[in-house]
């Protein structure tokens, strides 16, 4: 007799995980998708809307996993390996970020200072003010979100810089005015929230531009 026929056939091997669809997101991963989501945008491959969906899943996404669907159907970016890279300080390590809160009052925060990778802006029947033009960007990407109950909130920009958004107004504004640099290195402000009979503005503030953010980075960090 046969035994071979009658014999237990070995398990195959399970199929190994894909690993790399498991790691976490760098925050270099997520620029890189939303790299591709804003030239995708420039050349008519997504519209308004589109782009704004992938934008906000970009951001909540946790895994390399999470961002690669995102920009399956669309094709690399273009961008030179030479092209000359803004010089952005070290990364720091997420916590809770900057929170601007304003109760029946008022909060302003402009002039020359490093902005932080997140900031939670928060007002209550007050008014807060984020003046960006002379700040310092210390990495790429910098995250607002704002919450404005009976309040106001304004956020001015340098004219040259990407600026995106996603919210809400119940019986109040939101409104971001978005910007798309010409430079793909230059710095991101992402603007995300919610107003209550209140106001919620981001917008480029005319005539004010980053030229010289190379060398305030520089002697700041240096």
């Known amino acids: 007799m046969d035994l071979d026929k009658?014999?237990?056939?070995?398990?195959?091997?399970?199929?190994?995980?894909?690993?790399g669809d498991a790691i976490r997101a760098s925050d270099a991963d997520r620029d890189r998708i939303a790299d591709i989501l804003r030239d995708a945008l420039a050349e008519g491959r997504l519209d308004a809307e589109e782009h704004s969906e992938r934008i906000d899943a970009v951001y909540r996404?946790?895994?390399?996993?999470?961002?690669e669907p995102l920009v399956r159907d669309l094709p690399?970016?273009?961008?030179?390996?030479?092209?000359?890279?803004?010089?952005?300080?070290?990364?720091?390590?997420?916590?809770?970020?900057?929170?601007?809160?304003?109760?029946?009052?008022?909060?302003t925060r402009k002039g020359r200072w490093r902005v932080g990778r997140r900031?939670?802006?928060?007002?209550?029947?007050g008014s807060i003010e984020i003046d960006l033009t002379e700040a310092l960007f210390g990495q790429r990407l910098t995250v607002i979100n704002a919450t404005s109950i009976f309040g106001n909130v304004e956020i001015r920009v340098p004219e040259n810089i990407s600026l995106r958004g996603s919210g809400t107004g119940f019986f109040g504004n939101f409104?971001?005015?978005t910007l798309e640099a010409a430079d793909p290195e230059a710095p991101v402000v992402v603007v995300n929230?919610?107003?209550?009979f209140g106001n919620?503005?981001?917008?480029p503030k005319r005539g004010r531009f980053i030229a010289d953010l190379h060398d305030r980075l520089r002697k700041h960090l240096g």
């Open 119 to 125: 900031t939670n802006v928060f007002s209550l029947f």
């Open 6 to 19: 009658h014999s237990p056939k070995p398990a195959a091997p399970a199929e190994p995980a894909e690993p």
């Open 193 to 196: 929230g919610y107003s209550v």
């Open 76 to 107: 690399a970016t273009g961008k030179s390996a030479d092209s000359p890279a803004y010089t952005y300080g070290p990364d720091e390590p997420d916590g809770p970020g900057e929170n601007l809160i304003a109760v029946f009052s008022s909060s």
């Open 175 to 177: 409104d971001v005015l």
């Open 61 to 67: 996404a946790k895994t390399v996993g999470e961002l």
């Open 200 to 203: 919620v503005e981001a917008k």
